[in-house]
């Protein structure tokens, strides 16, 4: 008797555990479609020419309307915004990277007073909303001569991602051992040497991360650059893409062609990254 009831208690555990699974399918389908449905919307509008104005979900296969491309190109000058933001983001995911790893490196190895201090000033600037600098911060800018500059908006940017990637990499660097350390010195190695032959190499998962990170916050940014950055051959891709929107109002075919060529360079870029942008998410969900 015992021996069925096991059996059948069996049974019912197989049914519950695959129903599970297909609760969870269906969770992560409904994700999917989410996340699919804008660009399937953006696509699908881009393809009508200006005189559709119908709003069927259906896509069009025929007489595809490519003048919405060649007009994004041409009238809306996608591509030399896509310049622009490939130079800002390189420059400030560069800048980044480097100062960050830099400034975590003493701030995860010596547990001073001063460091605990340095620290916690950090993750505070990690709660102050950008727009509330923005008056004095445009001011300096002007100021300074900064304003419609590369080295301008790279700067301001940098300084708002700094916070999150010193964080990161301090979380990073504390669970690397410090006999990697002890190691180097025992070598004859300086800590420059250190942080450069033997740390620096180990931080390739958490560097993809802040890549990742600061590289779609800068590339998607526009609250801080369509002030920054009102002269249209220093705009970049989201203030062109806003204005263009504006601009070609009645034209939503060609407006929706520069959103996807805006999008396109971020996706490919996270899709060569994923894989390190996973593990450095793991690595810091074990620190």
């Known amino acids: 008797m015992s021996t069925t009831k096991k059996i059948n208690q069996k049974k019912v555990d197989q049914i519950g555990y695959q ?13 999917v479609v989410c996340q699919l449905l804008p660009f399937y919307l953006a696509i699908n509008a881009s393809m009508k020419p200006q005189t559709d ?38 420059c400030t995911t560069l800048i980044v990277c480097v100062v960050g790893a830099a400034a975590a490196y003493p701030l995860a190895r010596r547990a001073t007073r001063f460091n605990k201090v ?16 923005l008056v004095p911060l445009y001011t300096m800018l002007v100021n300074l001569g900064g304003a419609n500059t590369y080295w301008g908006i790279v700067l301001v940017l940098a300084a708002i991602n700094m916070p999150l990637s ?9 669970s690397i051992p410090v ?13 420059f040497t250190i942080f450069v032959r033997l740390i ?47 601009a070609n109002s009645s034209n939503l075919g060609t407006a929706a062609a520069a959103a996807l060529i ?13 894989k390190y942008f996973i593990a450095g998410m793991i690595a810091g969900a074990e620190k």
């Open 53 to 90: 104005m119908s709003s069927t979900l259906m896509p069009r296969l025929h007489d595809i309307a490519w003048d919405n491309w060649t007009a994004a190109v041409t009238d809306g000058q996608i591509l030399h915004s896509v310049v622009n933001s490939v130079i800002v983001t390189v």
């Open 19 to 31: 129903r599970g699974r297909w609760a969870i399918y269906l969770f992560l389908a409904i994700v």
């Open 118 to 133: 340095i620290s916690a000033l950090i993750l505070a600037t990690m709660m102050v909303p950008p727009l509330s600098i």
């Open 179 to 191: 006999s990697v350390d002890e190691a180097g010195m025992i070598d004859g190695a300086n800590r």
């Open 166 to 174: 010193v964080f990161l990499y301090t979380a990073f660097i504390r």
């Open 200 to 246: 620096l190499p180990m931080l390739k998962p958490v560097t993809a991360t802040v890549i990742i990170m600061t590289g779609t916050t800068v590339w998607n940014d526009y609250a801080l650059s369509v002030y920054l950055l009102t002269d249209a051959d220093k705009q970049t891709i989201a203030p062109r893409v806003a204005s263009f929107f504006a």
């Open 262 to 274: 805006a999008a396109a360079p971020m996706v490919i870029a996270y899709l060569f990254l994923q």
